[in-house]
């Protein structure tokens, strides 16, 4: 079955620069979210999007701006990039029309992550 | 708020055996969903099992079942006859109500780790 992809696998930036993630969600998923997991930590929500629109936005510094596009894909774009952007940054897919059966309340299917390294 | 306590930082088990990690939540809606996620060390995160507040029975995928308790607000993953690949962080998490976009809260996570 088709998983959510992510590009690139990893990224290696110096500080103040800009780094751009893709996420291409699983076909028909309508929700696409981001997720931020510093070394040690748990995912921290970023933003999502539903339907191309931005649906919830986290704890998502002002340097970075995301997109969803009109194939669904969506991109997060990270500007004057700092240290403590190092992390491992998901992007998950979901489809808002399964809200029942055997998968559960919009399950949210994780790419393997972007592996951002700030130097 | 919503709020996702997994007390175990790390576990043992032994290859065969089974094992429960706990995750206790805090919520005040009526309808929420609860998942657990697998991390093993590649860093990916794989989606497990998932069970709904309105759910009678507990969820089961193969060797993973849930142990829902919704009284005491607790829902623990048991895994049985552990393998050595069961060995990854675990993550319980919860689904945001309140919001469309539906974010996912998680616990601190469960290193477990099966001895051969």
């Known amino acids: 079955a088709a998983g959510v992809i992510q590009s690139p696998r990893h990224l290696i930036k110096e500080k103040r620069e800009t780094a751009t993630l893709k996420c291409y969600p699983i076909?028909?998923?309508?929700?696409v979210y981001w997720y931020q997991q510093g070394p040690g930590q748990d995912p921290q929500f970023l933003i999502s999007?539903?339907?191309?629109?931005?649906?919830d936005k986290g704890s998502i510094p002002d340097r970075f701006s995301a997109q969803q596009f009109s194939d669904y894909h969506s991109e997060l774009n990270m500007s004057s990039l700092e240290l403590g952007d190092s992390a491992l940054y998901f992007c998950?897919?979901?489809?808002?029309?399964?809200?029942?059966?055997?998968?559960?309340?919009?399950?949210?299917?994780f790419g393997p992550g972007t592996r951002l390294t700030v130097l | 708020a919503q709020k996702i306590t997994q007390t175990q930082p790390g576990m043992f088990v032994q290859e065969k055996e089974a094992v429960t990690l706990d995750c206790t939540y805090d919520?005040?809606?009526?309808?929420?969903?609860l998942f657990w996620y697998k991390q093993p060390s590649s860093g990916e995160m794989i989606f497990l099992i998932y069970?709904?507040?309105?759910?009678?029975q507990n969820a089961t995928e193969g060797r993973y079942s849930l142990n829902f308790q919704k009284a005491r607000k607790s829902a623990n993953l048991v895994i049985s006859a552990s393998q050595l690949g069961d060995s990854a962080m675990y993550f319980c998490?919860?689904?945001?109500?309140?919001?469309?976009?539906?974010?996912?809260?998680f616990g601190q996570g469960t290193e477990l780790s099966v001895k051969p």
């Open positions: 998950a897919s979901s489809n808002s029309g399964t809200s029942g059966g055997p998968l559960g309340l919009n399950t949210q299917y």
């Open positions: 076909p028909r998923h309508d929700t």
């Open positions: 999007f539903y339907e191309k629109m931005q649906s």
């Open positions: 919520t005040s809606d009526q309808s929420y969903g």
């Open positions: 069970q709904g507040s309105y759910d009678e």
């Open positions: 998490a919860m689904r945001d109500p309140y919001n469309q976009g539906g974010k996912l809260i």
